[in-house]
């Protein structure tokens, strides 16, 4: 017994010792999460690799693939099989992101890989310096040229012109995203993104300024290059709301009014640009040739915008939801992939409910009356369901090619709304294929054989 209190203060100063170096470690642990000190970014990391992407846990190809509706395989409706056209498809294919050239009967007449690591091989400079997968990223916008070479976005993480072999032409460092146009005016339309510290956007962004967070903004702009991938034009789309007295709709989010963090750093999300061709502008008594068309998602909102003065023309909200890909029509009207859904219709697993309602349509409107009308889907016959993303085409003899991302599908529709060609994207019996992109071209568009590549 002697003993035991011959040894106590030796054992109290370790017990307190290490009670200290445990209370320590636990306000170390909290001030690290709030002011982001190490290691905590790098626990979380490991915490969102292994626990939520799981890209070292899985399969990282599933994230890319969908819940099957058992809508076929490959090509299951072709009406018109003689038609000397083809489909570019962007999406997922051969357990990679790719792009497909293919014919009427699906017969592929050329196919781009698209690794994300082969074309951005410095991984210190590359956009999206922190994937461990080439599969971790989207494609997502794409066209092809005269001469058969594909022009594409990594979604947030570049975009890449490869000839007909799949050799780089150029590949853009910027986060380029969602949207690929070729302009009249020259070269290509594109969106991107700057990036802010909410602690530095007082003057620019007063509405999402924060004096103590170094929280991210995310300012989506208007990308112009030209046909070398030069950057010609950078132009801030809500720099373009705000400055146009609208700040209101980049606003209206019931936003806690608090300086210490931000509840949105996405400012808005722009998901397609469009240009009014000089052969249709004469149908738009509000609109010139050039002018552009932004949807962004999240504010349910279109706009039409001069990019010479940066003034909007023209703005509407709603009555489309969640919507994408705004597109001029040769009739006066604006069409839009009106996904009408919002992401509960998605599993935990962002995979889709296919007992959540398939009311996603393609919906018009009247700049001039605003008045509106869906002219497919939301009716028998014509059931879609794409959560995020889809896009459509109008063709030139009044139809509509359609990408229905979330079904891995592709469908074109005649102007009575008749289904006359399907592709589906099959993976096996459980899954299909998300496809981001379809594209129309009749074979006389190509300037090009299309030569084997060694």
Request: hydrophobic share 40%; net charge negative.
């Amino acid at each position: 017994m002697e003993r035991f209190f011959e040894k106590l203060p030796e054992r109290l100063f370790w017990i307190c010792l290490l009670l200290c170096i445990v209370c320590l470690s636990v306000l170390y642990g909290i001030f690290a999460q709030i002011k982001k000190w190490p290691p905590s970014t790098q626990i979380r990391l490991v915490y969102e690799v292994l626990f939520v992407d799981q890209t070292l846990t899985r399969a990282v190809y599933r994230e890319h693939l969908q819940p099957s509706r058992g809508q076929g395989d490959g090509v299951t409706i072709n009406e018109h099989p003689d038609r000397q056209d083809a489909i570019l498809l962007m999406g997922f294919f051969d357990k990679e992101n790719q792009a497909r050239l293919v014919t009427r009967d699906g017969s592929v007449i050329r196919k781009w890989s698209l690794d994300y690591f082969e074309h951005y091989p410095d991984a210190q400079t590359r956009p999206c310096s922190d994937l461990v997968s080439p599969l971790a990223v989207d494609v997502h916008g794409t066209l092809l040229t005269p001469k058969g070479e594909l022009v594409f976005s990594y979604e947030y993480c570049g975009t890449v012109k490869l000839d007909q072999c799949s050799n780089v032409l150029w590949a853009l460092d910027e986060p380029s995203h969602h949207s690929m146009v070729e302009s009249e005016q020259g070269g290509y339309l594109t969106l991107g993104r700057n990036e802010w510290r909410a602690t530095e956007v007082a003057d620019r962004f007063p509405s999402f300024f924060s004096a103590n967070s170094e929280e991210r903004i995310l300012e989506d702009v208007v990308l112009r290059l030209d046909e070398q991938g030069e950057i010609i034009e950078r132009i801030s789309i809500p720099g373009m709301i705000m400055e146009n007295g609208l700040t209101a709709l980049l606003t209206t989010n019931n936003q806690d009014f608090k300086t210490r963090k931000i509840t949105r750093n996405e400012l808005l999300h722009a998901n397609k640009i469009d240009e009014l061709p000089f052969e249709l502008a004469e149908e738009f008594p509000l609109f010139n040739a050039g002018d552009w068309v932004i949807s962004m998602r999240g504010l349910n909102l279109l706009m039409v915008v001069d990019p010479a003065t940066r003034t909007v023309k023209w703005h509407q909200t709603g009555p489309w939801i969640r919507q994408h890909d705004p597109e001029f029509r040769p009739d006066g009207k604006i069409s839009i992939f009106n996904n009408n859904t919002y992401v509960s219709a998605y599993t935990l697993r962002e995979k889709t409910r296919l007992d959540a309602p398939w009311n996603t349509n393609i919906m018009v409107v009247d700049p001039v009356s605003r008045e509106t009308e869906v002219v497919f889907g939301s009716r028998p016959g014509q059931e879609m369901l794409s959560v995020i993303r889809g896009q459509h085409e109008i063709l030139d003899d009044g139809g509509v090619l359609i990408t229905e991302f979330d079904a891995g599908r592709v469908l074109e529709v005649d102007a009575t709304g008749n289904v006359t060609w399907e592709y589906v994207n099959k993976y096996d019996d459980e899954f299909v294929g998300e496809v981001t992109n379809a594209k129309h071209y009749p074979l006389s568009f190509f300037e090009t054989d299309w030569k084997e590549c060694i």
